[in-house]
């Protein structure tokens, strides 16, 4: 049995032992061999990979070449087959065999006939044939292409209208072939000096390493393994590198002939082709500017207009034989070429073909894009017409009521004059009642003004300290009066969570609640008025404050509130003849709320009163120090600080006036709040002095010789030059509207309107943090109230009213000079001293409006504060008239002007009449 099995197993071990014999036995061998396959396989994947890759390039290019070269065939000869001009169709032909890889190339008509013949053999000059059978046309009038071993046959239909024929194009493959042969042999001489190399490489590489595991195995048999991992193959990386980068050197190199072949083929299109589709009108044109083809669309426009095609001219620019002439000549496009043609506008677009001589035209009609254009150009006028008209009114109410309040404010000032002297009691009423209808009158010019203002967006909204609750307070204590006499109650209710001192602009706050009031009071005969004030949020910043008023009154109904607070508009008609009023107030009041931030809400019935509120939300401030209920304002007489806030140390102020008279005045009104006086004539002073010394405030007129406030505010700000910030103050007896935004712009950080209200200089100075206390606002010696400074204060615009004004009026002189007495008496001397001075140079300057706006100037700033109220309204009547150039009734006013000179200078050395406090006229 055992030799039975031997016998079995015999051949299959001796096969086993012939193929070990034959396998080599040493390792450096073993590394050829198997490396020998490897390299072999993979050069010969490689090969046939990038040998597919070159075919397949080189057939796709072949490819497009031939469809390119057949629609170029196809359309040129088009033209040539429709004029029978066979000659040119076989020199066409003979032209373009010459490309590579053409073999053959055919023209024949629609039904097969051949018209032209051309065929070309390798080496061999091309040729004509003549009398060849007809071909067999493809079925669909369509390109097509067919490929088999040996050759390409492309057919391209010659269409234009109709089908008039076909292109043949023969390509050769052959080329391809012997490209494909001539790879294989290149490669495998290639592959066979690498294989050498590569084993040549190998041997030196591994001579070393075997060495040396020979060497190993008489010390270890388990060496000879991991020996053999770890031989190095890296000798061939360089032979395979350059490889890749010729074959990378090739691939872009193809990539970059198909891209060059692609825009070529783009560009053939693009010149060749007719859209024959198109709704846009088509043309082609020759040199001569003679029409050669028109598309369908451009047949259909014409016979719609009634015209043939020799016509086409009328659609086209009058100057199109120049414009062809000029693209031909220069190969630039001609866009956007309008034509005009029974009010219908086109845009033409000449694009040349300069080797061909031919201009192709194509036209859009943008006839409704021209209306479109010339819709949105009158819109455009039309809104900026509005916008100005706008303006225009919003201007025209602001300077109506600015003018109308200026004679205003004097008659208000003179009835108060007027009501301190000797009257009967039937007089007493007569001037109440005027009084009151006055009052009534400037608080229907504040509204318009103050509506003219919301709309050219130029009121402001200030953050200023305020005691809340007083400022409540005392709005309704102004109203209490009115509640009494209708026999109303007014109920008060303030949170006393309320916190005492907050951060807002009192002036609006006081505007809103006035007119929610003044309403209530108007609009109710009999019952109550409730006056709320509540704490409805509040944070570590900030509190939100409701400010409600109620009233048992007439009420609102439904339909009436959707315009309640729309301008000039009341509940209804009957309610304004009622009642009056403009119709303004909560117009203005809703405005004036949301500019500071918060919102108004009503609630009402017809005939159930109605409840109006409005809530804001407003920062608090740091809390004063009180004493006994009073703050530290109440009890301290009014002190200037420094900017360090240091006690003990006197504000250093720069005092900058053109007049002698303001300067010293001025002056004694600073020195009057604890402070010190530096004086200077002029800008110019005023920078060398801020260039000498440091300055805690600066007081600057606006309007000087030499150099005005404006321009020393920027050149102060530039030597500062952002180290430090000296608060500067505008003294101005212009104060017109825009002036403060144009002060603030230069740098000013506030204005006064002259004559300096005291009351108002210091809530400016607290504002900036230079003063505390307001006790000294409050004395008897106070400045007068806005209404009756403005007779000086105001600009003279409004002197076409001519209110009868006191020639000296003592009471007057004394208010503007802080209560003194003493001081009036010193600058009304000061004024007397200069009046000769005045009088000589108003009529010197009477034919010079420069030199007369400037000496009517100093002399109106000059009265300002010596209470001469007819002496400072004619200065200022001839400063704007000499300004505005109406000289011939600037010389008759400067003859009204030395009259009030010579009838002031009469009272000079009059002690009686000059320590009285009666006025003079």
């Known amino acids: 049995m055992k030799n039975h099995l031997e016998n079995n197993e015999s051949p299959a071990s001796d096969t086993r032992r012939r193929l070990r014999r034959l396998w080599p036995r040493r390792l450096s061998i073993q590394l050829v061999i198997l490396f020998s396959l490897m390299l072999a396989g993979s050069m010969s ?12 390039n080189i057939t796709s290019t072949m490819k497009m070449q031939a469809s390119v070269l057949a629609e170029h065939i196809s359309a040129t000869g088009a033209n040539f087959l429709l004029q029978r001009d066979y000659t040119s169709i076989e020199q066409m032909l003979l032209r373009s065999i010459e490309f590579p890889g053409v073999a053959a190339i055919q023209i024949c008509d629609s039904t097969g006939k051949l018209i032209g013949d051309v065929s070309r053999n390798p080496g061999k000059p091309p040729e004509a044939h003549y009398g060849q059978p007809p071909l067999q046309t493809p079925a669909d009038p369509a390109a097509s292409m067919q490929i088999d071993n040996a050759r390409m046959v492309v057919w391209q239909p010659m269409i234009l209208g109709n089908l008039l024929g076909w292109v043949k194009i023969t390509y050769s493959l052959q080329d391809i072939a012997d490209a494909e042969r001539h790879f294989w042999l290149t490669n495998v001489f290639a592959g066979a000096v690498i294989f050498l190399l590569a084993l040549t490489g190998l041997n030196m590489l591994m001579r070393r390493p075997l060495a040396s595991i020979a060497r190993y195995t008489e010390f270890s048999g388990k060496l000879n393994e991991m020996h053999g991992e770890k031989i190095p193959v890296d000798a061939h990386s360089i032979e395979f590198q350059r490889l890749g980068e010729a074959l990378n050197s090739a691939s872009v190199r193809l990539a970059e002939q198909a891209r060059e072949i692609k825009i070529a083929m783009s560009q053939l299109e693009a010149l060749a082709a007719f859209p024959e589709d198109s709704q846009e009108i088509v043309l082609s044109m020759d040199a001569d500017a003679k029409i050669q083809y ?5 047949m259909q426009v014409l016979a719609a207009l009634g015209l043939g095609r020799e016509e086409m001219g009328s659609l086209l620019p009058r100057n199109y034989r120049e414009i062809v002439a000029r693209c031909l000549s220069d190969g630039n496009i001609a866009q956007a070429v309008e034509s005009e043609f029974r009010q219908r506008t086109l845009s033409w677009t000449f694009a040349p073909i300069r080797n061909q001589g031919i201009v192709h035209c194509n036209a859009q009609e943008i006839t409704e894009k021209i209306k479109a254009q010339e819709y949105a150009k009158n819109a455009l006028i039309e809104k900026q017409a509005a916008e100005a008209a706008s303006q225009a009114k919003s201007l025209f109410l602001a300077n109506m009521s600015h003018e109308i309040r200026t004679p205003l404010n ?38 318009i003004l103050d509506f003219s203002k919301i709309e050219a967006g130029r009121i402001s909204i200030e953050q200023i300290e305020m005691e809340f609750k007083e400022l409540l307070a005392e709005i309704i204590l102004l109203h209490s009066a009115n509640a009494e006499i209708k026999g109303l109650d007014l109920v008060v209710v303030f949170d006393s969570a309320l916190p005492t001192r907050l951060l807002g602009d009192p002036a609006r706050i006081s505007q809103v609640l006035s007119n929610l009031l003044g309403n209530a009071i108007k609009f109710t005969q009999h019952g109550e008025i409730h006056i709320h004030a509540d704490l409805k949020e509040e944070t570590d910043v900030d509190v939100l404050v409701e400010v409600s ?25 009957s309610t304004t003849r009622k009642y009056g009023g403009t119709g303004l107030g909560l117009a203005i009041s809703q405005t004036l709320v949301k500019l500071m931030g918060g919102e108004m809400s009503v609630e009402s019935r017809a005939g159930h009163g109605a409840r109006f509120a409005f809530a804001l939300r407003l920062p608090k401030t740091a809390p004063a ?12 007489p009014a002190t200037l600080l420094l900017n360090s806030g240091k006690t003990g140390e006197k504000l250093r102020v720069l005092v900058v006036d053109d007049n002698e008279i303001n300067r010293k005045l001025v002056r004694m009104l600073v020195e009057h709040l604890g402070g010190e006086a530096d004086l200077a004539e002029n800008g110019v002073q005023a920078v060398d002095a801020c260039n000498q010394r440091t300055y805690d405030l600066i007081l600057m007129d606006a309007n000087m010789p030499v150099m005005d406030g404006v321009e020393a505010t920027i050149r102060i700000r530039e030597l500062e030059n952002g180290k430090r910030h000296t608060p500067i103050i505008a003294l101005t007896a212009n104060a017109m509207s825009g002036d403060r935004e144009r002060y603030l712009a230069a740098g000013m950080d506030e204005y006064l309107a002259k004559p300096i209200n005291e009351k108002a200089f210091i809530n400016i100075l607290q504002k900036l943090g230079l003063a505390v206390a307001s006790a000294a606002v409050d004395s008897p010696h106070a400045a007068v109230s806005g209404s009756e400074t403005k007779c000086c204060a105001e600009d003279a615009s409004g002197f076409g009213v001519q209110a009868p004004l006191p020639v000296l009026d003592p009471q007057m002189g004394v208010e503007l000079a802080f209560g003194n007495r003493e001081i009036w008496r010193a600058v009304l001397g000061m004024l007397f001293d200069r009046l000769p001075e005045f009088s000589a140079s ?6 010079d409006p420069e030199v007369l706006h400037q000496a009517a100037h100093k002399l109106a700033g000059a009265s300002s504060y010596c209470g001469t109220p007819a002496l400072n309204r004619q ?40 320590a009285g406090s009666n006025p003079i006229y």
């Not at 009835?415 to 009052?439: C, F, I, M, N, P």
């Not at 048992?552 to 009341?570: C, D, K, T, V, Y």
């Not at 200065?875 to 006013?893: F, N, Q, T």
């Open 294 to 298: 028109i598309n369908p669309h451009g």
């Open 842 to 847: 108003l009529i010197s300057a009477k034919n």
């Open 549 to 573: 008023v109620k009233d048992s009154g007439i009420g609102i109904s439904a339909e009436a509130m959707a315009r309640l607070f729309q301008p000039f508009r009341q509940a209804d008609a």
């Open 410 to 447: 004097g008659v208000m000032g003179f009835l108060k004059l007027l009501s301190k002297t000797g009257l009967t009691d039937t007089q007493r009423d007569y001037l109440h009642t005027t009084e009151v209808s006055a009052r009534t009158l400037l608080n229907i010019i504040n509204n």
């Open 875 to 914: 200065a200022r009547k001839v400063e704007i008239l000499a300004k505005k150039g109406e000289m011939d009734s600037a010389a008759k006013s400067v003859d009204a002007l030395l009259e009030q000179i010579e009838r002031l200078l009469a009272l000079k050395g009059n002690e009686e009449l000059i």
């Open 45 to 56: 994947a490689f090969s046939y990979r990038m040998l597919g890759e070159v075919v397949g």
């Open 625 to 636: 120090c009180e004493l006994h209920g009073q703050t530290i304002a109440d009890t301290v």
